[in-house]
Every structure is written in structure tokens, then in C-alpha cells.
């Protein structure tokens, strides 16, 4: 890691791919888990049937619109709790508030004036709206989403796509995703990888150092604009 103060050694990679959800993105969901209680379910019952394969992956290939997904999870959820509350259910949460994490936006915000950064996801059609309303538009040199590529995390052409607009070979990208899956196929395309549980996973691969000792409201790096 470069010392404080001195001048940044070159990165052992020339891109990084970036997850969104559960790295830089977080759902809060008391909402849906209230409505579960009240329905007398457990709560996640919603998310396990909303994220299923065959319910979640036509979504994020972008194959159905989010009203469809909403339809689809109450389908599945109707037996249990009736139409109404089943579609009521599916709308909490595809209406789910999100807020993104201010310390990993800092810190990607930090390493995109170092190398291209692009952020890699399996995403629903609304993506750049969600995007714009986190204020996060110009985060990242370049988008993928899985719902305008139609493949999604983990096959790796989505990788290869993430790469390409980079401009990088796979093997020069550092990979950040919560998904061990998903970073397992980044290993085996030959990248470098890192599989997020909290923000301290990113200070060493971004060559970054976390100071210690109170700091503001987006922690130890001010949110400057992202440079175009």
C-alpha cells in the first residue's frame, strides 16, 4: 500500500467492475416486513419468492416490466395471504426505499481518478432512474446492466461486456461483488476479485488508507462530483 503522502504506486489491475446492490446500494425493507407480520408470514417470505430464479431472472433480463414482477410475486404469494395483500406485499417491495453507502461511494469516487470504473449489475429496467435518484449518475465511467444486455451475473459474458467498455482485458480488472458465486466466475475468467461484506474490504485493493478518528457524515473522504 502506498505510504501517506507519497505519490500513488501504479494498481496491479486497470479497471475496476463494480457490483451495485449490497455493496454500494442497500434496500431497506421494514415496510414489507411489517405487512409480512400483519399477514401472519415470516418475514423475507416476500424476498425469498420476489428473488427466485424463475420470478427475478425474467425481470432482470429485462424481459417483463416491474408491474409483471409485482404480478408474478403475488401469484406465488396468494395462496398464503389472498390477492389483495399478496399484490400489496409485491408492491412494498418493488417500491422499497434504497439509500446508497456513503464510504464506498467515497472510495470509488476515490479510485475512478485512477483507473476506468464501471459498474456491473443485474438490475431491473428502472436502473437509471434508481441511479439518478441516489445521485449517482456520474459515478462510474460506464453501466451494465443485466436488463439492457440480456445476461445476467453469473455468466460471463456480462464480465467480458464489463471489461470491453473498460477497454481492458479481463485478467487487468479487479472484480467487487457480494456474491461468492459471482466473484467465482470472475476468478476463473482470470481477474483479480474481491468478495464485499463491508467497506474495510476496500481499502487495501484501492490502494487507499482508512484513517482513523470522528469524521463527517460520508466518512473519511468528502463526496467530491464524479468527473465525467
Not at 441511479?131 to 451494465?144: E, F, I, P, Y
Not at 482485458?169 to 457480494?178: G, I, K, S
Not at 481477474?191 to 478518528?213: C, I, K, N, Q, W
Amino acid at each position: 500500500m502506498t505510504p501517506p503522502g507519497a505519490a500513488p504506486e501504479k494498481l496491479p489491475y486497470d479497471a475496476v467492475l463494480c457490483d451495485l446492490d449490497n455493496v454500494i446500494r442497500f434496500y431497506d425493507v421494514t415496510h414489507v416486513n411489517a405487512l409480512e407480520r400483519a399477514a401472519c408470514l415470516a418475514e423475507g417470505t416476500t424476498e425469498d419468492i420476489a428473488y427466485s430464479p424463475e420470478v427475478d431472472l425474467p425481470l432482470l433480463l429485462g424481459r417483463i416490466t416491474l408491474d409483471a414482477w409485482v404480478e408474478a410475486i403475488a401469484l406465488r404469494l396468494a395462496e398464503r395471504v389472498g390477492l389483495t395483500k399478496a399484490r400489496q406485499l409485491g408492491r412494498a417491495l418493488a417500491e422499497a426505499p434504497f439509500r446508497a453507502d456513503a464510504e464506498v461511494v467515497a472510495m470509488l469516487r476515490r479510485i475512478r481518478t485512477r483507473v476506468p470504473l464501471v459498474l456491473i449489475t443485474n438490475a431491473t429496467p428502472r436502473l437509471h432512474g434508481d441511479l439518478a435518484a441516489l445521485g449517482l449518475t456520474g459515478l462510474a465511467h460506464h453501466v451494465v446492466s443485466s436488463a439492457e444486455e440480456g445476461v445476467a451475473k453469473p455468466d460471463p459474458a456480462i464480465y467480458r461486456t464489463a471489461a470491453g467498455r473498460a477497454g481492458v482485458p479481463p485478467e487487468r480488472c479487479l472484480f467487487v461483488d457480494d456474491s461468492a458465486e459471482n466473484v467465482g466466475t470472475a476468478l476463473a475468467l482470470g481477474m483479480t476479485a474481491v468478495r464485499y461484506r463491508e467497506p474495510g474490504d476496500l481499502y487495501g485493493p484501492f490502494d487507499l488508507h482508512r484513517p482513523s478518528g470522528p469524521y463527517g457524515p460520508y466518512g473519511p473522504f468528502e463526496l467530491t462530483p464524479a468527473e465525467g
